[in-house]
Nanobody, 122 residues
């Protein structure tokens, strides 16, 4: 059982910043694959970023250079630092975890948080 809880969402103006947190309880491994996804109303959930067990991070093209995924030293909290936010970043953001597969694919992540809303106004 992997339990994830996101926080840190909110409403900001374009160009602003937010840092999302994802607290995981009972991680099965210190090298768990972690990802961030987002879902806008009426749209399919899309990949944002992944932190591979090796520490390598990958990003969706539209957020690369603006967003940064990281985790604390203990590995039980995942972060998504979001800078230079744009209205198109508006979505509900979800953290996800996997202990077997690691990619940008939703289907590789069996464990999900409840989501936290990010709204960016122009």
């Amino acid at each position: 059982q992997v339990q994830l809880v996101e926080s840190g969402g909110g409403s900001v103006q374009a160009g602003g910043s937010l840092r999302l947190s994802c607290v995981g309880s009972r991680y099965p491994s210190s090298r768990t694959c972690m990802g961030w996804f987002r879902e806008a109303p009426g749209k399919e959930r899309e990949w944002v970023a992944t932190m591979y067990p090796s520490g390598i991070t990958t990003y969706r093209d539209s957020v690369r250079g603006r967003f940064a995924i990281s985790k604390d030293n203990a590995g039980n909290t995942l972060y998504l630092q979001m800078n230079s936010l744009k209205p198109e970043d508006t979505a509900k953001y979800y953290c996800a975890a996997s202990i077997q597969y690691c990619s940008s694919r939703r289907t590789d992540f069996p464990y999900w948080g409840q989501g936290t809303q990010v709204t960016v106004s122009s």
